[in-house]
């Protein structure tokens, strides 16, 4: 098999001061990428900065003989977005490659949830996505070439109690994958997401025995295939966590013509239009259920 190389492609990778963007960003620097290790530096929870972050992972590259910049603008303006992608042009006078991935967590019951965590959640996971995304994509429709990822989750895919402000969003960037994959299609930019499970500081204590089995890294080979210019995909949601790969896809079933268009008829019909026929298909029903699903699989190889 042919190494799949990033060399002369400036990748940037957001929230890439820990966790799963570091290891995308070692692991494409490993290729021969120039990145841009984009990290505000703050807490879980969005609080606080430092600009240290970036600089660690950025200085791990160096030592081991890659490419890197640091930068610490935050991904949840306009402006901030902005000023990313220029860094990246500054400094390398170019980009090919965004890897949307930093994120926050303020989980709350609904009914508990106050509009500031709302608004923090979806403005740096969704409205960030978008702010970077757009500069970026811009770019790439110039140049004629482009990779995005975005970074979903099985919260928002498939539900998880007490996320709705961060199931929300990540939902939300299925549905930016699907619009700029094809918005992209005609100009090579191609657009895929993920759907991680991976013991990071965001997931520490709730994985149980999986969290042995899901290292970052066993995250970032998917997403260097999908950032590559050999990446042949566009538009998909891939479930990954400890080498499990599974593609996600939003189904319908066969569905029914109603003869009497009523309420009542629906009432009587649900079942026929409910009705999955299918023998080979997981559908996961929350991100429990698409757990114990990976670490079926997981555990049947092991
Ligand atoms: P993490 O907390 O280690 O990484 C997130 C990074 O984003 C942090 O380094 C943080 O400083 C940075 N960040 C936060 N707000 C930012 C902002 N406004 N601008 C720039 N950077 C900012 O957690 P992890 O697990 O590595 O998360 C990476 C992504 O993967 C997130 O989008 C998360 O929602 C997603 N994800 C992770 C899962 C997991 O199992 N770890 C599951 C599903 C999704």
């Known amino acids: 098999m042919t190494e799949l190389r990033f060399d002369g492609r400036v990748a940037i990778i957001t929230g890439a001061g820990g966790g799963l963007g570091r290891s995308h960003a070692l692991e494409l620097a490993r290729r021969g990428a120039w990145v841009l290790v984009n990290d505000l530096g703050g807490a879980l929870d969005g609080s606080g900065s430092s600009a240290s972050a970036a600089q660690r992972v950025v200085d791990e590259i160096t030592a081991a003989g890659g490419v890197a910049a640091a930068n610490d603008d935050s991904v949840a303006t306009a402006q901030g977005g902005e000023a990313i992608v220029q860094c990246a042009l500054d400094v390398f006078g170019r980009v090919d490659v965004l890897i949307n991935n930093a994120g926050i967590l303020r989980d709350k019951a609904f009914h508990r949830m106050g509009a500031d965590l709302i608004d923090q959640v979806i403005d ?112 998909n949601i891939y479930s990954v966590a400890g080498g499990r790969i599974a593609r996600i896809f939003v189904a319908e079933t066969y569905g029914v013509v109603l003869k009497e268009n009523t309420a009542e008829a629906v009432q009587a019909q649900l079942s026929q239009i409910d009705e999955v026929d299918a023998t080979r298909f997981h559908e996961p029903s929350s991100l429990d259920s698409e757990t114990t699903i990976i670490a079926k699989a997981l555990s049947e190889v092991a």
């Open 124 to 235: 740096v996971h969704l409205k960030g996505a978008l702010y970077v995304s757009q500069p970026a994509f811009r770019l790439m429709r110039e140049q004629g070439y482009g990779r995005i990822v975005n970074t979903s989750s099985a919260s928002g895919l498939f539900g998880n109690f007490g996320q709705a402000n961060y199931g929300a969003a990540k939902a939300g960037l299925a549905g930016l994958t699907r619009v700029l994959a094809l918005e992209g299609a005609d100009h090579d930019i191609k657009v895929n997401a993920i759907a991680p499970i991976a013991l990071t500081r965001m997931t520490e204590g709730i994985l149980g025995e999986l969290a042995s089995k899901v290292s970052a890294e066993s995250v970032s080979p998917l997403v260097a295939y999908l950032t590559n210019e050999e990446c042949a995909v566009n538009g």
